[in-house]
């Protein structure tokens, strides 16, 4: 009861006694779990989006981040999304989610991508839209941006990655998700699958020599502490969804979805240019902290992707429908 005088105090500010509405809890309270740093723009402008979310729900609607893996690694994380113990996942789609939904994964075909007008070309335009629809079939609620992690490039301890020869038989680490394993089994590697929370320890520990990611991880993440080299091969191109379960999401009336899908969206576009231009001007910081850099001419790495069935294995394993909507953007990978 006193409880229920204090809510009614605190609405309507009778007594003018601001605090007290400040105490009071939100309506919805939705947690959003996430694998990278703190510092990374993705959490700043998730942040923001958070911010603005409160503001226009006055109040009734609170996203909390848990960034950096507080709440586990990726599987753990997605497995608390899909059961509603986590509210929102943002998922890499060539990641976890595509141990639900396998055809979330064709971003990480090698050498897809050429550039950023070929991945928004896609990810906004039919490819994204089909990827929607087959996580919808899921179960799964997703937003409609995709939020850039950026193109990955291949880091190394004991020597840089100049060609192919040199990733023969590396101990490397790839995130979870099968296609990551082919891909760099068909580049001659010897990959293991590693949630990105360990990554670092397995670097230090020497658990595996290499791994691969976008430089804006690998300086927020300090993989430059334990890892020397940089080959710019931006082999591959990853982004992350937002997902949550059905059930969860439309758990919220439908005017507080629509202002947390309106301001998720919007910061996904700010977080983009936020990533491309880091990932443009990191690499003059990343050497002052000691990494060495090399850009590797890239046909040797494709030619011994096409050479090993590598492209025509991708093509059977998306089909013709999926590997058409990406090929319209890239042109023939096969
Ligand atoms: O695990 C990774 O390497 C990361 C952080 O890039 C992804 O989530 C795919």
């Given at each position: 009861?006193q409880g229920?005088?204090?809510a009614?105090?605190?609405?309507?500010?009778?007594?003018?006694?601001?605090?007290?509405?400040?105490?009071?809890a939100?309506?919805?309270?939705?947690?959003l779990?996430?694998?990278?740093?703190?510092?990374?723009?993705?959490?700043?402008?998730?942040?923001?989006a958070?911010?603005?979310i409160?503001?226009?729900?006055?109040?009734?609607?609170?996203?909390?981040l848990f960034?950096n893996n507080q709440?586990?690694g990726?599987?753990?994380?997605?497995?608390?999304?899909?059961s509603g113990?986590?509210e929102?996942?943002?998922s890499s789609?060539?990641?976890?989610?595509?141990?639900?939904v396998?055809?979330?994964a064709i971003?990480?075909?090698?050498?897809a991508?050429?550039?950023?007008?070929?991945?928004?070309?896609?990810?906004?335009?039919?490819?994204g839209?089909y990827?929607r629809g087959?996580?919808?079939?899921?179960g799964?609620?997703v937003?409609?941006n995709v939020?850039?992690?950026?193109?990955?490039?291949?880091?190394?301890?004991?020597?840089?990655?100049l060609?192919?020869?040199d990733?023969?038989?590396?101990?490397?680490?790839?995130?979870?998700?099968r296609?990551?394993?082919?891909?760099?089994?068909a580049?001659?590697?010897?990959p293991?699958?590693?949630?990105?929370?360990e990554?670092?320890?397995?670097?230090q520990?020497k658990?595996?020599?290499?791994?691969e990611?976008?430089?804006?991880?690998?300086?927020?993440a300090?993989?430059?502490?334990?890892?020397k080299?940089?080959s710019?091969?931006?082999?591959?191109?990853?982004?992350f969804w937002l997902?949550s379960?059905?059930q969860?999401?439309?758990?919220?009336?439908s005017?507080?979805?629509?202002?947390?899908?309106?301001?998720l969206?919007?910061?996904?576009l700010?977080e983009?240019?936020?990533?491309?231009?880091l990932?443009?001007s990191?690499q003059?910081?990343?050497e002052?902290?000691?990494?060495v850099?090399?850009a590797?001419?890239i046909q040797?790495f494709?030619?011994?992707l096409?050479?090993?069935?590598?492209?025509?294995?991708?093509?059977?394993?998306?089909?013709a429908e999926?590997?058409g909507l990406l090929e319209?953007?890239?042109?023939r990978?096969?």
């Open positions: 009861l229920t005088a204090t009614a105090v605190a609405a309507t500010g009778v007594l003018g006694a601001p605090w007290i509405r400040r105490a009071q939100a309506e919805f309270v939705y947690k779990g996430h694998d990278l740093p703190a510092s990374h723009p993705f959490n700043k402008r998730l942040l923001e958070a911010e603005m409160k503001r226009d729900s006055d109040g009734r609607l609170e996203i909390r960034p709440l586990g990726d599987p753990d994380m997605f497995a608390q999304m899909r113990a986590l929102i996942f943002a789609g060539a990641n976890t989610l595509s141990s639900l396998p055809k979330t971003w990480t075909v090698g050498f991508f050429k550039d950023y007008s070929q991945v928004f070309g896609a990810l906004d335009g039919e490819l839209a990827l087959l996580i919808n079939k899921a799964l609620e937003q409609q939020w850039d992690n950026g193109f990955r490039q291949i880091t190394s301890g004991a020597k840089p990655i060609s192919p020869a990733l023969k038989g590396m101990k490397f680490r790839v995130p979870p998700g296609l990551w394993i082919s891909l760099f089994s580049l001659g590697a010897s293991a699958t590693i949630s990105f929370n990554v670092y320890l397995a670097l520990s658990l595996v020599e290499g791994q990611n976008a430089l804006a991880i690998i300086d927020s300090k993989l430059y502490e334990v890892q080299y940089c710019l091969t931006s082999h591959a191109w990853d982004g997902v379960n059905r969860t999401w439309q758990r919220l009336p005017n507080l979805r629509d202002i947390a899908s309106k301001h969206n919007a910061q996904a700010k983009r240019q936020d990533v491309a231009a990932n443009a990191l003059k910081s990343l002052a902290k000691g990494m850099f090399n590797p001419d040797p494709r030619e011994m096409r050479k090993s069935g590598y492209y025509g294995e991708m093509q059977k394993t998306f089909g999926e590997w319209k953007v890239t042109g990978l096969a």
